[in-house]
Structures are given as C-alpha cells and as structure tokens.
T-cell receptor, first 113, second 113 residues
Framework: QQQVKQSPQSLIVQKGGISIINCAYE??????FPWYQQFPGKGPALLIA?????SEKKEGRFTISFNKSAKQFSLHIMDSQPGDSATYFC????????????FGKGTRLSVIA | DGGITQSPKYLFRKEGQNVTLSCEQN?????MYWYRQDPGQGLRLIYY???????QKGDIAEGYSVSREKKESFPLTVTSAQKNPTAFYLC????????????FGQGTRLTVV
C-alpha cells in the first residue's frame, strides 16, 4: 500500500513557466510534509517543508500548498529555470514515535528554454 | 564540514558475494536510515535505527543486514540472499527528538556483474 502518491511521473515545462507537482497521502497521523530535490548521481536535499497548521508556505520561487481535508499537498515552482531540472520527491512522516519519512515515487522535471 | 559520507561511490559485486556499504555522519544525529532507489520507484526504506544498538526493518529488508555499534556509523550489508541488488543506495540521518529534516549522503551505486 503506497502511503504517499505523487503525480505526474514526469513533467516538461517551458522556461519561465509554472511547474506543479501533486501528492496525496492516506495516513492522518502524518504531520510533516517535505519536498526533496535530487540531481542525477546525488543524494536528495531538502527544498521546502510544511506542517498541517498552515495552508501555504513560500520560499523564493517555491511554494507548498496544503489541503488537510483533502489530504493533498503540492509544490509550485514559479518562473521555472533550466537549473530546476531535477527529480522531486514529496514525503511525509508522523513526528509521533519519530517514524521514518515515507516518499512518493518522484517526478522528473525538465525545464526547456 | 558536518554531513553524511557514503562510501564507496560505485561498487561492483559478483553474484553470490556479500558487500558492505559504509555510512558515517558527524552531525551527532540519533536516527539513521537506509533507502534504496530504483528508477520510477522512489525511495524505499530498507532499515532504520533510532538509537545505538537498536534498529528496525523497513519495507524491503529481506536480503540486507545492518549494525549500529556507534552513533556515527550505520553500515549496510547486501547479502547474497538479495536477488536484485543493483540499485542506488542512500543513507540519511535525522536529529532525534523533534528533529525533522533528513540529511542524505551522496549515495552508493551498486552493480552486480
């Protein structure tokens, strides 16, 4: 049973456009929702994260939107740049018991000029 | 510099051999994790350890073993019982207690020859 479902699997966006990646979760105990960015041959790095007490968090060109009732959250990348081309993973965990992060299957983003 | 070091970066294994992947962290983090990454599969949890001398199986522990004798070290052994070991292996650590951000190493790519 996949606890975090991520879509789309791949995404091609024009330079300057908006990239949108969606995730849905099932476990209502999840209370921490990070997004990770991974470049080829490298380990993932934390991009931005949100907790369910807010509906939106913005850091520069990156925004997380969170819908607790729908159990969905999404990453928006504004003014997408070729340097944003990478694989993006959503994840979730419950801080109760310090449980491990559960990851979505990833979205490969290509930003073309 | 604080961080997580995985070694080697590339590893080749003959069928029937056991191999050990190294993961060392100097972040003073309590929890450490091993994930396996395959194309289109996201990151799947192999084993994790919340504290020294204790560890738990993740979703795909069969054919793997770990130890946690020191806080800073969490080696992963891929045994001959793992039928499809070719993959990218990622080690991560998280500060204990209310810590949330997972820091990843640069990964080890294991190939069976």
């Amino acid at each position: 049973q996949q606890q975090v479902k991520q879509s789309p699997q791949s995404l091609i966006v024009q330079k300057g456009g908006i990239s949108i990646i969606n995730c849905a979760y099932e476990n209502t105990a999840f209370d921490y929702f990070p997004w990770y960015q991974q470049f080829p041959g490298k380990g993932p790095a934390l991009l931005i994260a949100i907790r369910p007490d807010v509906s939106e968090k913005k850091e520069g060109r990156f925004t997380i939107s969170f819908n607790k009732s729908a159990k969905q959250f999404s990453l928006h990348i504004m003014d997408s740049q070729p340097g944003d081309s990478a694989t993006y993973f959503c994840a979730a965990r419950s801080s109760s018991g310090n449980t491990p992060l559960v990851f979505g299957k990833g979205t490969r983003l290509s930003v073309i000029a | 510099d604080g961080g997580i070091t995985q070694s080697p970066k590339y590893l080749f294994r003959k069928e029937g051999q056991n191999v050990t992947l190294s993961c060392e962290q100097n972040l003073n983090h309590d929890a450490m994790y091993w994930y396996r990454q395959d194309p289109g599969q996201g990151l799947r949890l192999i084993y994790y350890s919340q504290i020294v001398n204790d560890f738990q199986k993740g979703d795909i522990a069969e054919g793997y073993s770990v130890s946690r004798e020191k806080k800073e070290s969490f080696p992963l052994t891929v045994t001959s019982a793992q039928k499809n070991p070719t993959a990218f292996y990622l080690c991560a650590s998280v500060r204990g207690g209310l810590g949330t951000e997972a820091f990843f190493g640069q990964g080890t790519r294991l190939t069976v020859v």
